[in-house]
């Protein structure tokens, strides 16, 4: 999608501070991080949200959380780090496209807001 945000980070078309590509997923900083570590993982191929999975989806979901435990372990999150996907705008999504955020590098409360 042309006017995606996310999608043009991935195409290379916007500026991102990129910490991880590869054919099908790309990880870069939060430009408004929320932790001192705050990295998004997204698929390059557009998805709006977790509501718009498919079932043929399932291997790309799994290959973004592993692919955001390698960045974590990466970026030395050695005390631990919060995995947050947010969907539709009550969860808090606020770019329509799949991302997968890390957060670490303080300590994270329970609930989260």
């Not at 999608?7 to 900083?29: E, M, N, T």
């Not at 999975?53 to 435990?69: E, H, K, N, P, V």
């Not at 705008?89 to 957060?103: K, R, T």
Request: aromatic residues 6%.
């Amino acid at each position: 999608m042309t006017d995606c945000l996310f999608c043009q980070i991935a195409a290379g078309q916007l500026p991102a501070k990129i910490v991880y590509r590869s054919s099908d997923i790309v990880g870069f900083h939060d430009i408004s991080p929320q932790a001192p570590t705050h990295i998004l993982v997204i698929p390059i191929k557009h998805i709006a949200s977790a509501r718009e999975l498919q079932s043929g989806d399932a291997d790309l979901i799994g290959r973004m959380i592993f692919t955001a435990t390698q960045i974590a372990t990466d970026q030395h999150l050695d005390q631990g780090y919060r995995l947050v996907i947010n969907t539709g705008p009550q969860g808090g999504q606020s770019v329509d496209h799949l991302h997968v955020h890390i957060l670490g590098g303080r300590q994270m409360h329970w609930p989260p807001g």
